[in-house]
């Protein structure tokens, strides 16, 4: 009996820590505020940079593994504080015409695969980022208006995703 209590607890101990390790967080937000100074790829406004050393400085103790933009200077100089505090170069997945239907599961399926029990940032736009939150829990969100740039989606992977949506001012 002494023998099958030890195993009971060794294997209960094992068990449960593979499920805590095995959870993948997913931070998922948008660029911040886009400045005028190019119509195809504009960078940050002085708003937008203050918004993503403020993110760099939520996520600070986060233990960030990785973080994810596309080929769009506003995603990457939204990333880019957030990876640099980490040591962490940004993982840029262009986003193009060829690669729309299948960019978001591409990009899921990367990053389960490389990551799993890491938490990582996915800087998006507004119309990849309630994309990207459905696919990973199942949950509609609320569209992202032209002028919103202060929504943070942070989902937890396991047995079942979970979501916390949260608000981020510089």
Known sequence: MKRFTIALLLFLTV??????????????????EKSADDVKDPSLSE??????????SVLNDSNLKAVYTTQ????????LPSATQVGLQLD?????????????SDLLKEIQHKHRGETILIVGHSNTVPEIVKH???VDVTPIGENEFDRLYVITLGKKPRLVTVSYKP
Request: with cysteine.
């Open 15 to 32: 068990f449960s820590t593979n499920i805590i390790a095995a959870d993948t967080m997913i931070i998922v937000v948008r660029h911040a």
């Open 47 to 56: 708003q937008g940079i203050a918004r993503a050393n403020k993110l760099a």
């Open 72 to 79: 769009y200077k506003r995603t990457q100089q939204t990333g």
């Open 92 to 104: 840029v997945r262009p986003a193009t015409k060829e690669n729309t239907k299948t960019y978001t």
């Open 136 to 138: 990973l829990c199942n």
